[in-house]
């Protein structure tokens, strides 16, 4: 099993940036696909947004499209979300996670997952 953990959360307001990063360990990031998802209190587990194994291949939750980037560093081991005109509604726990398998959205698809990192949008 890979080893996550998510930085970069905290607090913004409404229309800031945050960057957040997820740093593997035990092996290497290059043969998993990598997912984004977040979890705000009382909602379930939202995909936020997927890569490839090669980073040729991302994909976006409708309510981040065009704001949110995923990037990823297999020589880093790293995977990035850059968050852009941030809004109340993204504040929840953001959680990386690795698959071994396919580049989904739904977080059974993934097998690892970080501790998460908390993002807060003040209007």
């Known amino acids: 099993q890979v080893q996550l953990v998510e930085s970069g959360g905290g607090l913004v307001q409404a229309g800031g940036s945050l960057r957040l990063s997820c740093a593997a360990s035990?092996?290497?990031?290059?043969?998993?696909?990598m997912g984004w998802f977040r979890q705000a209190p009382g909602k379930e587990r939202e995909f936020v947004a997927a890569?490839?194994?090669?980073?040729?291949?991302?994909y976006y939750g409708d309510s981040v499209k065009g704001r949110f980037t995923i990037s990823r560093d297999n020589a880093k081991n790293t995977v990035h979300l850059q968050m852009n005109s941030l809004k109340p509604e993204d504040t929840a726990v953001y959680y990386c996670?690795?698959?071994?398998?396919?580049?989904?959205?739904?977080?059974?698809?993934?097998?690892?997952w970080g501790q998460g990192t908390q993002v807060t949008v003040s209007s």
């Open positions: 996670a690795a698959s071994a398998r396919s580049w989904g959205t739904s977080p059974y698809e993934y097998a690892s």
């Open positions: 890569i490839s194994w090669s980073g040729g291949n991302t």
């Open positions: 035990g092996r290497t990031l290059s043969t998993y696909a």
